[in-house]
């Protein structure tokens, strides 16, 4: 009892820091105007598919975790829970993808970053990232493509597993769909960010080195302050591709190496990698935004403005309280 009670609370504590960070992001798109523009519809697009990984789909996680794997639904909604994690899990990879293109295009050449990408290219990129998302998910699942006969699971799952209680919710995987699942989600758009990123910090550095050279030896501050950004570069850079590989690597290489050899996952290292590649959803919030200055002023604001909204209520709920103990005591001494 006292390791499910943990748990819980382990559970709910992260399933909350995923939710609550990424409504932050949200609404600081929404209430600074100096993030309306284009560089910041992926990171928006980013916070809604981790939000609603974290409404949708962790807390059904956290509960087949607290009841050892059964789930009680059915068949049918086992499906549809399997699908959403599959297609906004795959969402939020793309979306990190993209998100690392606009960087490289933004700071390799930021006189020609507005005509490279305008509106019309960035709704095709979002396009294309949720129907890439829809198709290894709902439509691969109701296909049958992810299953080893090629049938679509859990279709001799009652509607909603009247005495089939014993039941486990889980994705199979067959051979080739796992090899397909995992380079075109995974591994590619991995090769392609570390490229990326490669190639921001090259820019970055060559940058830098160009401003010592146009500097005066005597300017001994602005070389101090270049050399600060550079490292400053050097490990956001190097924490936002870590995170990424940390969190979703051992999901990958692990259900790589089960589907290939069909092997039935071990339940505690099923646990670990998939709450694992769930925390990338609460870190994205606060990696990302952090690489944005004014994503950074502006969740600020936020934040101090809830604070200073508590403490006004707080003193006026004081002040109400005040007064009604003097009107009390007035009271009992007209008495």
Same mark, same amino acid.
């Given at each position: 009892?006292? #390791?499910?009670? /943990?748990?819980?609370?382990? !559970?709910? $504590? %992260?399933?909350?820091?995923?939710?609550?960070?990424? #409504?932050?992001?949200?609404?600081?798109?929404?209430?600074?105007?100096?993030?309306?523009?284009?560089?910041?519809? %992926?990171?928006?697009?980013?916070?809604?598919?981790? !939000?609603? *990984?974290?409404?949708?789909? /962790?807390?059904?996680? $956290?509960? /087949?975790?607290?009841?050892?794997?059964?789930?009680?639904?059915?068949?049918? =909604?086992?499906?549809?829970?399997?699908?959403?994690?599959?297609? !906004?899990?795959?969402?939020?990879?793309?979306?990190?993808?993209?998100?690392?293109?606009?960087?490289? !295009?933004?700071?390799?050449?930021?006189? %020609?970053?507005?005509?490279?990408?305008?509106?019309?290219?960035?709704? #095709? $990129?979002?396009?294309?990232?949720?129907?890439?998302?829809?198709?290894?998910? +709902?439509?691969?699942?109701?296909?049958?493509?992810?299953?080893?006969? +090629?049938?679509?699971?859990?279709?001799?799952?009652?509607?909603?597993?009247?005495?089939?209680?014993?039941?486990?919710?889980?994705?199979?995987?067959?051979?080739?769909?796992?090899? *397909? &699942?995992? %380079?075109?989600?995974?591994?590619?758009?991995?090769?392609?960010?570390?490229?990326?990123?490669?190639?921001? +910090?090259?820019?970055?550095?060559?940058?830098?080195?160009?401003?010592?050279?146009?500097?005066?030896?005597?300017?001994?501050?602005?070389?101090?302050?270049?050399?600060?950004?550079?490292? &400053?570069?050097?490990?956001?850079?190097?924490?936002?591709?870590?995170? =990424?590989?940390?969190?979703? =690597?051992?999901? +990958?290489?692990?259900?790589?190496?089960?589907?290939?050899?069909?092997?039935?996952?071990?339940?505690?290292? @099923?646990?670990?990698?998939?709450?694992?590649?769930?925390?990338?959803?609460?870190?994205?919030?606060?990696?990302?935004?952090?690489?944005?200055?004014?994503? @950074?002023?502006?969740?600020?604001?936020?934040?101090?403005?809830?604070?200073?909204?508590?403490? =006004?209520?707080?003193?006026?709920?004081?002040?109400?309280?005040?007064?009604?103990?003097?009107?009390?005591?007035?009271?009992? /001494?007209?008495?």
């Amino acid at each position: 009892m006292t #390791i499910r009670a /943990l748990c819980w609370v382990v !559970l709910v $504590a %992260f399933i909350a820091l995923t939710i609550c960070g990424n #409504i932050l992001v949200c609404m600081a798109v929404a209430t600074s105007r100096r993030l309306h523009q284009l560089s910041s519809c %992926f990171i928006l697009s980013l916070a809604v598919t981790d !939000l609603l *990984l974290g409404l949708l789909v /962790l807390p059904l996680s $956290a509960m /087949l975790e607290l009841r050892n794997g059964k789930w009680p639904l059915g068949g049918v =909604f086992c499906n549809i829970y399997i699908s959403m994690d599959v297609m !906004l899990s795959s969402a939020s990879i793309l979306t990190l993808l993209a998100i690392s293109v606009d960087r490289y !295009l933004a700071i390799s050449n930021p006189l %020609f970053y507005p005509r490279r990408v305008t509106p019309r290219r960035v709704a #095709i $990129a979002l396009t294309a990232i949720w129907t890439c998302s829809l198709a290894v998910s +709902f439509v691969s699942i109701n296909l049958g493509w992810n299953s080893p006969d +090629f049938r679509v699971q859990n279709l001799d799952w009652s509607m909603w597993g009247e005495g089939e209680e014993g039941r486990t919710c889980r994705y199979e995987w067959n051979n080739n769909y796992v090899l *397909l &699942k995992a %380079f075109g989600i995974f591994y590619l758009p991995l090769l392609v960010m570390c490229g990326m990123y490669h190639r921001i +910090f090259c820019v970055a550095r060559e940058q830098v080195r160009r401003i010592r050279a146009a500097t005066p030896s005597s300017a001994q501050a602005a070389n101090a302050a270049a050399t600060a950004r550079e490292h &400053k570069a050097t490990v956001t850079l190097a924490a936002v591709l870590g995170a =990424f590989i940390i969190c979703w =690597f051992p999901y +990958f290489t692990y259900f790589t190496y089960m589907g290939m050899w069909a092997i039935h996952p071990n339940k505690l290292t @099923h646990s670990i990698v998939l709450w694992l590649g769930y925390l990338n959803s609460a870190l994205n919030p606060i990696l990302y935004p952090a690489l944005n200055r004014d994503f @950074h002023q502006a969740c600020g604001q936020l934040l101090c403005r809830c604070g200073k909204k508590g403490d =006004f209520n707080t003193s006026r709920r004081k002040t109400f309280i005040a007064l009604g103990t003097i009107k009390v005591i007035k009271g009992s /001494l007209a008495h």
